[in-house]
């Protein structure tokens, strides 16, 4: 396929999916960078639609990208204009939001699940997929409320891995404790204190690790459904961690 030109309505497409409603309309996102190209192009779980590259980027993407997807180019000033960042990397990745749906989760799910209730903040979000990657978890189910993953600061703090991530949305308690239930994983509810230490408790097996919003943690529904809740010593005056390191520390435990 050879090289098009971006259009004035190709542009505002593009713009337009800035957005959160306009992602989720066209179940398409936005990534920008030569890391994340190379990463959607390793992956299937959210395949490359086309991409947008300046001037100064075009003969590189050329040959790393499969033939069959569209390459628009466009002009240093249209990139600043389409781009997300204040400082554009010369590339837009325009990907196809992979549909995973919850109930399917059944038949495919790994040992170990992550569950995010109302995590507001996109920098966390993909900070603790980035995580999940590292120790190999794969899949990961949101809450309702939770930030749009597929925001572009969640995104670029993820550093390529949404790629290689199932992302299942909109899975409330009741759904979890349900899933939990009929496929025997047990459920770690992270607290921020009253829990045992990671490490304590049996972490082999089946497990689905919970997380909460930054400011007020797990719902109290969450709380209750747990088989365990697993809290991370600390001696310092800091009211609670940082909810990716969080992440970091039950999940090597589990890793272990």
Known sequence: MGIL???GNHRKWIRKLHQRKSREKERVFIAEGFNALEAAIKTTCHPILEVVADEDHLESIVNILPEDV???ECS???ME???TE???QGVVVICRRGEFHFPDLEGTA???LLYLDRVSDPGNLGTIMRTA???DVRQLILSPSCVDPFNTKAIRASAGTIFGIEIYQSVDPPQIRQFADKTGYSMIAMVPRGGISPGEGKEDGRNIVMLGQEADGLSEELTEYADRLVSIPGRGNVESLNLSVAAAIIL???AK
Do not use: A, N, R
């Open 110 to 112: 790994s040992d170990t």
């Open 5 to 7: 030109q971006l259009s």
């Open 252 to 254: 090597y435990e589990i």
């Open 81 to 83: 204009e389409i781009s």
């Open 70 to 72: 569209p390459i628009y």
């Open 76 to 78: 240093g000033s249209i």
């Open 133 to 135: 990657v590292w120790f």
């Open 86 to 88: 204040k400082t554009p």
